[in-house]
């Protein structure tokens, strides 16, 4: 039996490690032990535990209570604390998912403990190192000797940075690297079975537009915060379209700084725009199943935008999922009204087509197939 311990610790780690916990529970059950680690990184009921009780995931066999503000305080305060549950558990291999704080706290305990590092959602880049997760990202592979690739992209953007497979059992000096499809992929296919209709049943089918928001590029500059506020308000009374509007609690605290009273009370109560708190798996699903298109910054939700073919306006000036871009489904937008509704009515007009290119939907067995033959 393999005993790994897994570190999650933001929403969409939750989510992305519910497809392995299920593959372990379902295939592996007689060569895989699972361990998992909650950093407490996210804690809020409607950013956490939601998604443990809504996606069956198994009780964090540990979870840290963080009192940081800051990402170096953060990150260290993880470190500090996961460092003593590795002496205590004395895993095989650590798991890591995606590019947060989280998983750059797991990779450098990892890294010094010299147990070996996997990663999963590795070689992604946005080329863009004032993005926090840039840096996490890159850092998190250098340390990996297991790298999961979702995209070919992100296997090439490995390969220029000297990471390449290499065969043989692996370490951080010749990893193993993989190309395996997405988990999320995974998850939207088997979730989307089993979702009941939610918020959206309330909504005309196909005719409202998703919006969320939480990238600190969007929320800390106050002016370009200011800037989609108005350019949001305007695009929905023009196009005189429904906005359903999750609002991130990052975004929440810095829309509620930014914005007048009056500002702030005109969006909670416009006729068009549903703003309201962060929202289940099950239930965005069911929005981005039924909505017309996505505006997002987000990395999960552009590519679930992909995997229910909607089409999707990315608020930002660079993606890491460059594949949905070259596709022609997604377009990157700035903060100004009149991107928005010039993007928004060529994406309209254009047929979209949405080959498979995240995978079979067995992403989680694939990896977990991996992880039992390369670590010993
Ligand atoms: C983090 C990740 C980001 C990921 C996002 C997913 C880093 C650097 N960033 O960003 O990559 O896309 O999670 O959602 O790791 N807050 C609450 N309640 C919560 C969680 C957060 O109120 O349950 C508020 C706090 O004021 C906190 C702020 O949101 O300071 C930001 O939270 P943090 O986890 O630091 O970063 P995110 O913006 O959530
Ligand atoms: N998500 C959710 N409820 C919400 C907003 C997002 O369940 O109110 C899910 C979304 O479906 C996706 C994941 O959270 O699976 C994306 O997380 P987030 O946008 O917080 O972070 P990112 O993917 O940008 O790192």
């Known amino acids: 039996m393999l005993k790994i311990l897994t570190l999650i610790g933001a929403r969409p780690q939750f989510i992305k490690s519910a497809a ?3 593959a372990i529970r379902g295939v592996f059950s007689d060569r895989l032990e699972e361990v998992i680690v909650h950093s407490g990184q996210h804690y809020d009921a409607n950013m956490s535990s939601v998604f443990f009780e809504e996606l069956n995931l198994p009780s964090p066999n540990h979870h840290f209570k963080l009192s940081a503000t800051g990402h170096s305080e ?15 558990e004395n895993p095989k291999a650590l798991l890591v998912y995606g590019d947060t ?6 990779a450098l305990v990892a890294s010094k403990n010299n147990l070996p590092l996997i990663h999963v ?21 250098h340390c990996s000797s297991l790298l999961f690739c979702p995209s070919e992209s992100s296997i090439e953007n490995l390969k220029k940075e000297g990471i390449v497979h290499r065969e043989g059992k692996c370490s951080s000096d010749a990893p ?7 988990v999320m992929y995974d998850n939207s296919l088997y979730f989307s079975e089993k979702v009941k209709e939610g918020l959206a049943d309330y909504l005309v089918q196909n005719n409202y537009i998703l919006f969320t928001l939480h990238r600190p590029s969007n929320t800390d500059d106050p002016d370009r915060l200011k800037a989609i506020y108005v350019s949001l308000i305007e695009f929905a009374e023009k196009f005189e379209k429904r906005i359903v509007f999750p609002i991130h609690p990052r975004t929440k605290k ?4 930014v914005l007048t009273e009056g500002e702030w009370d005109s969006l909670r109560n416009h006729k068009f725009i549903y703003v309201t708190d962060p929202v289940s798996f099950h239930e965005m699903i069911s929005l981005e199943k039924n909505c017309e ?17 909607k089409p999707c306006l ?34 309209k007009s254009k047929k979209l087509i949405f080959p498979e290119l995240f995978g079979d939907g067995k992403s989680a067995e694939f990896i977990c197939d991996k992880i039992v033959k390369e670590i010993q």
């Not at 953060?74 to 205590?88: F, G, P, R, V, Y």
């Not at 810095?254 to 700084?257: D, K, L, S, Y």
């Open 101 to 106: 704080n989280t998983t750059l706290a797991g």
């Open 121 to 141: 959602e590795a070689g992604l880049r946005s080329f863009n190192k004032k993005m926090p997760e840039e840096l996490n990202r890159i850092l998190t592979d």
């Open 74 to 88: 953060q990150t260290a305060e993880i470190m500090l604390q996961l460092e003593k549950i590795l002496d205590l």
């Open 254 to 257: 810095a829309m509620m700084h």
């Open 20 to 22: 392995i916990s299920r």
């Open 314 to 347: 990315i608020l930002r000036s660079e993606t890491e999922w460059v594949e949905i871009i070259d596709q022609g489904v997604a377009l990157l937008i700035d903060a100004s009204f009149d991107d928005l509704s010039e993007k928004y009515q060529l994406l």
């Open 176 to 182: 193993g690297v993989y190309l395996c499809g997405d």
């Open 293 to 309: 298109l996505i505006i997002t910054d987000s990395g999960g939700v552009q590519k679930e935008a992909y995997f229910f073919q």
